[in-house]
């Protein structure tokens, strides 16, 4: 199985701010996805970081408001930028499994964000 | 589209009762789906993946079905134990990297 750890685990933002998440891999792995979990709600992926190319976003996210990048194959980073309330959510990194785990979905322990 | 139903949406039970938690998916053309178990505020543990030829899978009192024709699978929890008290939630995985999530069951096991 893969383990992933995430910066920071929670924070608390100020309105108007911007806020770089970090993810970090144990394993090389060629994608790994952002998601999003609105309270009360559950995932939704927000983009695929390919390592060596454009992050891929899905319906409803930017990449100005959501900057990705993927220096390596262990290692990637989410800005929430120019945050307002709507932004609180957990922010959770994950990646897919190979060899005997292959196609299993692996997550960190999320970033929790508070936008006051 | 695929949609993912979970249902129920929350479920309370006195310890050492078994149960089951219900997964239904719209399009039966999956790669694989699996389950999680998420406690608050925290991140996602994987418990069980099936793959789409597969029919069940088991880890200690977890046991999964998946009934792909149908649209279904189901996770049962023998002898709960507060412990156990978490959001699970189902994941299927569909073509070009889509993992499409049920909304969870939150379960509250009582002592």
């Known amino acids: 199985s893969a383990v992933i750890s995430q910066k920071p685990s929670r924070d608390i933002c100020q309105r108007g701010t911007s806020l770089t998440i970090q993810c970090q891999v144990d394993?090389?792995?060629?994608?790994m996805f952002w998601y999003r979990q609105q309270p009360g709600q559950s995932l939704t992926l927000i983009a695929t970081?390919?390592?060596?190319?454009?992050?891929?976003?899905e319906s409803g996210f930017v990449i100005d408001k959501f900057p990705i990048s993927r220096p390596n194959l262990t290692f990637s980073t989410l800005t929430v930028s120019n945050m307002s309330p709507e932004d609180s959510s957990i922010y959770l990194c994950?990646?897919?499994?190979?060899?005997?785990?292959?196609?299993?979905?692996?997550f960190g322990e999320g970033s929790r964000l508070t936008v006051l | 589209k695929q949609e993912v139903t979970q249902i129920p949406a929350a479920l309370s039970v006195p310890e050492g009762e078994n149960l089951v938690l219900n997964c239904s998916f719209t399009?039966?053309?999956?790669?694989?789906l699996q389950w999680f178990r998420q406690d608050p505020g925290k991140g996602l543990t994987s418990l069980l993946l099936?793959?789409?030829?597969?029919r069940e899978q088991t880890s200690g009192r977890l046991n999964a079905s998946l009934d792909k024709s149908s649209g279904r699978s189901t996770l049962y929890i023998a002898a709960s134990q507060p412990g156990d008290s978490a959001t699970y939630l189902c994941?299927?995985?569909?073509?070009?990297?889509?993992?499409?999530f049920g909304a969870g069951t939150r379960l509250f096991v009582k002592a």
């Open positions: 994941a299927v995985f569909t073509g070009g990297f889509k993992t499409i």
């Open positions: 970081a390919n390592q060596g190319s454009e992050a891929t976003y």
């Open positions: 394993s090389q792995v060629t994608m």
């Open positions: 099936i793959q789409s030829s597969q």
């Open positions: 994950s990646v897919v499994g190979t060899g005997e785990n292959t196609g299993e979905l692996f």
């Open positions: 399009d039966s053309a999956i790669y694989n």
